[in-house]
């Protein structure tokens, strides 16, 4: 599961406050609200048979969604366990047989030994044995393919039931019940509002500046006088919203980097898509 990255078009506010010297000891940016996104897609293709969830309401990680038409998977179950246990009777008849041939092969083996019989007696025992064993290595290797099939037929049969795997809230439904889906195809997206962050963007003369794990605060003008607080959690190693590779000293100063600054948003006040100011403290 990966962040859902949209790359709005930030405008970039910079304000410095100075304290006891002319070196800017804050810088004042402006970004977006986002947090992680889910699609969550079945596994299998099928007909829906039912959504336990609606738009905004809240799940559980392990939560049962949506279920799919259980019908053709308990068959193909069935189907590949009655050849599985039909296979497994057939192999036990086989090395039931080829013990008793055995002991027979051992028997005119050691008569052949002690010349009691001929070598076309033994070799027509010692192909009996023979053909037997490449039948049962046959039949355990058939035996291999549909216990594999009977696996795949199992996990599909639970694949039915689309999990939830994260705690969240759902923020699009994209089918309806009895709706024909494909494997792969997104039927959900859950977002995890509980940790919430802000993208934003430094200009590159202030990357040396700051650092991971550094403080920030975040204020919305949904909350006027409310201070949140962030930390840096995400730094890009390469600049961004750049044309072309200026290399003039003036245009140096217009380069930038993300930035992702997590937010402690404690009764989740901040919602995706909000515009919020951020204040991040600069290194000297």
């Known amino acids: 599961m990966k962040d ?14 100075s304290c006891g010297g002319s070196q800017e000891k804050f810088l004042k940016l402006s970004g977006t609200v986002e947090i992680t996104e889910v699609n969550i897609a079945s596994e299998i293709p099928g007909r829906i048979e039912k959504i336990n969830v609606d738009e905004g309401e809240r799940v559980r990680k392990g939560d049962v969604l949506i279920i799919i038409e259980k019908d053709k998977y308990k068959l193909q179950l069935a189907q590949a366990e ?12 086989l090395q039931l047989n080829y013990s008793n041939i055995n002991k027979n092969y051992e028997r005119v083996k050691k008569l052949k030994e002690d010349s009691a019989i001929d070598e076309a007696q033994f070799d027509l025992v010692k192909t009996q044995r023979d053909a037997l064993l490449k039948q ?12 594999a ?4 037929a199992r996990n599909q049969l639970e694949d039915t039931e689309i999990s939830s795997p994260i705690d969240g809230v759902v923020l699009h439904k994209l089918v309806e019940m009895g709706e024909v889906v494909g494997a792969g195809v997104p039927l959900l997206t859950v977002g995890d509002i509980a940790r919430p962050w802000v993208r934003t963007y ?17 204020y919305s003008d949904s909350f006027p006088g409310k201070e949140f607080h962030g930390r840096i959690i995400y730094i890009s ?9 200026l290399v003039t000293e003036e245009e140096r100063t217009k380069m930038v980097y993300g930035i992702k600054i997590s937010i402690e948003n404690q009764g989740e006040e901040l919602k995706p898509g909000q515009y919020v100011d951020v204040r991040i403290g600069l290194n000297e």
């Not at 009655?82 to 008849?93: C, D, F, I, P, Y």
């Not at 049962?136 to 216990?147: N, P, V, Y």
Request: one cysteine or more.
């Open 237 to 245: 190693q390469k600049e961004e919203f750049t044309p072309k590779n």
């Open 82 to 93: 009655g050849q599985m246990q039909s296979l497994e009777k057939n192999l036990e008849a």
């Open 149 to 152: 099939a009977y696996e795949l």
């Open 202 to 218: 430094i200009p590159e003369k202030y990357i040396g500046r700051v650092k991971l794990g550094s403080s920030a605060s975040i």
């Open 4 to 17: 859902r990255i949209c790359y709005n078009l930030i405008i970039l506010l910079f304000t410095f406050i």
């Open 136 to 147: 049962i290595e046959a039949t355990r290797s058939q035996l291999s393919s549909l216990r």
